[in-house]
């Protein structure tokens, strides 16, 4: 059995900038030491229960946080710990929309299940996973009464947005997982958290009757975003097409092939677009109802529309190949039609130079002409096709995405 122990030196390897900067650890590897010391301490003791959890309600489902360092890092080290005793590997969202485009590619006959679980984190039993653990007796006792604990907050389900919960739902998944790949005529199945894609070799309602089947099982359900379809096209005819959305990408299948590749061309999904449409809005009215506003908020409003049509690292993180990177280009590098970046454009130069007497016009006639001529120029064809770089911090983009970000913390009773 893995060593499972709350030591400083086990909380500071999965120790991360962002945290560092939260609960202000200190300025090197000495003072972090010193810090998680403390809270290591505060953890060891034998009154320590996890019992200070906040909830967020967000688009009207309730998310947990651990808001003290030592319970944070409590259950941080039980989810890092459990990612090693089960073998839980990091799904990469990229890796699996390119795999899904090279089969679409295939000029191949296939039928297409794509669906989302319904209230995914909500529909997990707690209990029963928590059994599962003491059954396994991979995880210390210790570690396991701590998990007890959270049994108080009386949530439905898995405790979304705390970082135990994707492990556990993880866990809970994998004989799912292998019971649909078993399902013969099965020849593709990915599942990112929720979102589950199937490629068929039979017609798509057979396995979407056994697949329900499996989910209903382990009372699991689809909302109605599920999607099936059969692609049976002959080659170049141009009348047809099938379109779906799949992890921030929408896939256009078309019936024409260029060197025995079907055409497929990959857009932003729908949600992606209002997404960014949506913080555009956010970061034009923060500034515009911004009383007193001085060069700061003008700077600010800037960088946050550069940083929307821009590219920046992702939390001062280092990959295998340096820094970790995200933004218009390396989070939607599989998209070959670039006409929605150009439809940004329209969408940031409409809404700066809006005249309608309404909220939002009013908002936009306070922002000066100088500044909206600057910020017109700001393109996000040009940020993707370019992959222009922004290197920002994480404390400005902590600031960057505050009117992003709409929370109202509530303490659990």
């Known amino acids: 059995m893995l060593r499972q122990e709350f030591t400083t030196q086990s909380l500071l390897r999965i120790t991360t900038r962002n945290e560092i900067i939260k609960f202000e650890l200190g300025r090197d590897k000495d003072e972090y030491k010193l810090s998680l010391e403390a809270y290591s301490n505060i953890i060891n003791d034998s009154s320590f229960k996890i019992k200070d959890i906040r909830t967020t309600k967000i688009k009207s489902k309730t998310v947990f946080s651990a808001e003290s360092a030592e319970e944070h890092y409590c259950i941080k080290k039980i989810a890092s710990d459990l990612k090693r005793l089960y073998k ?82 993880e866990i809970f998944m994998r004989d799912i997982d292998l019971s649909i790949k078993e399902i013969p005529g099965v020849y593709y199945y990915s599942r990112y958290v929720d979102d589950i894609f199937i490629f068929t070799t039979k017609e798509y309602s057979i396995i979407q009757n056994k697949l329900k089947d499996i989910l209903k099982e382990y009372n699991l359900r689809t909302n109605n975003k599920t999607f099936v379809d059969n692609i049976f096209m002959a080659p170049n005819d141009l009348n047809t097409e099938v379109k779906f959305d799949y992890l921030g ?18 857009v932003l999904s729908n949600d992606k677009v209002r997404k960014i449409k949506t913080r555009i809005i956010h970061s034009l009215i923060d500034r515009a109802l911004t ?86 120029k700001i393109c996000f064809k040009s940020g993707f096709i370019n992959k222009k770089y922004i290197p920002v911090t994480d404390k400005d983009m902590n600031n960057i995405k505050r009117c992003w970000e709409y929370k109202n913390h509530k303490k659990k009773s």
Do not use: W
């Open 88 to 169: 839980i590997k990091t799904i990469n969202r990229d890796d699996i929309s390119e795999q899904v485009l090279r089969i679409l590619e295939t000029s191949s006959d296939y039928g297409i299940i794509r669906i989302d679980i319904k209230e995914f984190y909500e529909s997990i039993s707690y209990d029963y996973i928590l059994d599962k653990l003491k059954s396994d007796k991979l995880l210390i006792s210790k570690s396991i009464a701590f998990l007890d604990d959270l049994l108080n907050l009386k949530a439905k389900g898995l405790p979304r947005g705390l970082s135990i919960s994707p492990v556990l739902s």
């Open 249 to 266: 990408y929408k896939y256009i299948i078309t019936s024409k092939c260029y060197k025995n590749k079907r055409v497929v061309n990959v």
């Open 291 to 376: 009383k007193n506003a001085t060069d700061y908020h003008k700077d600010l409003l800037e960088q946050r529309i550069n940083i929307l049509s821009g590219n920046y690292p992702i939390s001062s993180n280092k990959g295998r190949n340096g820094t970790l990177k995200g933004g218009i280009f390396y989070s939607n590098r599989l998209v070959n039609k670039s006409g929605v970046f150009e439809e940004f454009n329209e969408f940031l130069k409409k809404s700066l130079y809006c005249k309608k007497n309404n909220f939002f016009g009013r908002a936009m006639m306070r922002i000066p002409l100088i500044e909206k001529e600057m910020l017109s």
